[in-house]
DNA sequence: CGATTCCCCTGATAGC
DNA sequence: TGCTATCAGGGGAATC
């Protein structure tokens, strides 16, 4: 099975949740970039700017890996002083944001496993383990923001809300209401309205609430949004259960598959029998994404 | 502002 | 066999 799975937001989730259990609380101690072009400091400043830094958090925002650091010389003086300034620890902070696109992977492993093709980034941690980045269409980055940066970073992206966390029906209703001429597939891909969705969760969220791809979001009746909604909860998280989808190019921090394609109903399912009617499963393009559905049951 | 199109890149695949 | 053309796709940039 050739299935091409790309990091959605389950995906992502399993990545960042599986590499924080192994390095919050580990240093960096060397830093080796192989293609430049991923990072946005120029690799002397960005080796620089790693070294000694203390990993203290790794978290998800949309598609993004968020690896947070800090400086523990400048923190443990402003304890030695005794000041009592949280404020100021949290303007310290500093940050690593990833951003696997398609074909990225972010690694935990031992020195001795092989350098895998396309390797282009390997930071090594005080505990003597790597973490290394691949990503062999080379769409993805890694950069490393101060506390402002990191602020500019998401400014410009403005991402829209989480699905997931503490966004209600009501939340997507309203947020429907913003768009309502928008086709409702481009939309549940757009990250500034909704983050984290990509190609194959949008096409089992359509299908799970039986809505054609191009229908425009005004005119989803009231169920449809309701149903939409629901599988957007279940599907995403039965996928972050599973681990995220994966069969090729997708690995966790752990290098250990995701479940999830067991149970995609629509995605990459072109010319196969629906599982509720039994009619083809048809692919569209839409701008220049795929859209997987059944006509029978999406219809227009 | 929103919608659309092009482009980054490599590997799989098709056609010759 | 081995070449070349085509395609896939997240999202940023440019364009309308």
Same mark, same amino acid.
């Given at each position: 099975?050739?299935?091409?799975?790309?990091?959605?937001?389950?995906?992502?989730?399993?990545?960042?949740?599986?590499?924080?259990?192994?390095?919050?609380?580990?240093?960096?101690?060397?830093?080796?970039?192989?293609?430049?072009?991923?990072?946005?400091?120029?690799?002397?400043?960005?080796?620089?700017?790693?070294?000694?830094?203390?990993?203290?958090?790794?978290?998800?925002?949309?598609?993004?890996?968020?690896?947070?650091?800090?400086?523990?010389?400048?923190?443990?003086?402003?304890?030695?002083?005794?000041?009592?300034?949280?404020?100021?620890?949290?303007?310290?902070?500093?940050?690593?944001?990833?951003?696997?696109?398609?074909?990225?992977?972010?690694?935990?492993?031992?020195?001795?496993?092989?350098?895998?093709?396309?390797?282009?980034?390997?930071?090594?941690?005080?505990?003597?383990?790597?973490?290394?980045?691949?990503?062999?269409?080379?769409?993805?980055?890694?950069?490393?923001?101060?506390?402002?940066?990191?602020?500019?970073?998401?400014?410009?992206?403005?991402?829209?809300?989480?699905?997931?966390?503490?966004?209600?029906?009501?939340?997507?209703?309203?947020?429907?209401?913003?768009?309502?001429?928008?086709?409702?597939?481009?939309?549940?891909?757009?990250?500034?309205?909704?983050?984290?969705?990509?190609?194959?969760?949008?096409?089992?969220?359509?299908?799970?609430?039986?809505?054609?791809?191009?229908?425009?979001?005004?005119?989803?009746?009231?169920? @449809?949004? &309701?149903?939409?909604?629901?599988?957007?909860? !279940? /599907?995403? +998280?039965?996928? $972050?259960?599973? %681990?995220?989808?994966?069969?090729?190019?997708?690995?966790?921090?752990?290098?250990?598959?995701?479940?999830?394609?067991?149970?995609?109903?629509?995605?990459?399912? @072109?010319? &196969?029998?629906?599982?509720?009617?039994?009619? !083809? /499963?048809? +692919?569209?393009? $839409?701008?220049? %994404?795929?859209?997987?559905?059944?006509?029978?049951?999406?219809?227009?």
């Amino acid at each position: 099975m050739k299935l091409k799975v790309m990091p959605e937001l389950p995906e992502v989730e399993t990545v960042a949740s599986g590499l924080a259990k192994h390095i919050v609380g580990l240093k960096i101690t060397d830093v080796r970039v192989n293609l430049p072009k991923l990072i946005n400091l120029k690799p002397a400043l960005f080796r620089k700017s790693l070294l000694g830094r203390r990993i203290t958090a790794v978290r998800r925002r949309a598609k993004v890996i968020i690896i947070e650091l800090s400086r523990s010389k400048r923190i443990e003086r402003i304890k030695r002083n005794n000041l009592n300034q949280i404020n100021r620890l949290d303007q310290l902070t500093e940050y690593l944001v990833i951003h696997l696109k398609m074909s990225g992977q972010l690694m935990y492993l031992r020195p001795a496993d092989s350098v895998q093709k396309h390797t282009h980034i390997i930071i090594t941690l005080s505990n003597g383990r790597h973490l290394r980045f691949r990503d062999q269409r080379q769409f993805g980055y890694v950069r490393f923001y101060d506390r402002a940066g990191f602020e500019s970073f998401l400014a410009e992206h403005s991402f829209g809300p989480e699905p997931l966390d503490g966004f209600s029906l009501s939340d997507f209703r309203e947020l429907l209401k913003s768009r309502p001429h928008s086709k409702i597939k481009p939309l549940l891909l757009d990250q500034t309205f909704i983050a984290g969705i990509g190609n194959l969760y949008a096409d089992e969220i359509l299908f799970y609430a039986r809505v054609h791809p191009l229908k425009p979001a005004g005119r989803l009746k009231p169920v @449809e949004v &309701k149903d939409m909604y629901v599988g957007m909860q !279940k /599907i995403l +998280r039965k996928a $972050i259960k599973e %681990r995220g989808s994966s069969v090729e190019l997708y690995v966790d921090a752990d290098g250990r598959p995701g479940n999830y394609v067991r149970y995609i109903k629509a995605y990459d399912r @072109e010319g &196969k029998p629906c599982l509720k009617c039994g009619r !083809k /499963i048809i +692919r569209i393009k $839409i701008g220049s %994404r795929s859209a997987y559905f059944c006509p029978k049951c999406q219809p227009r």
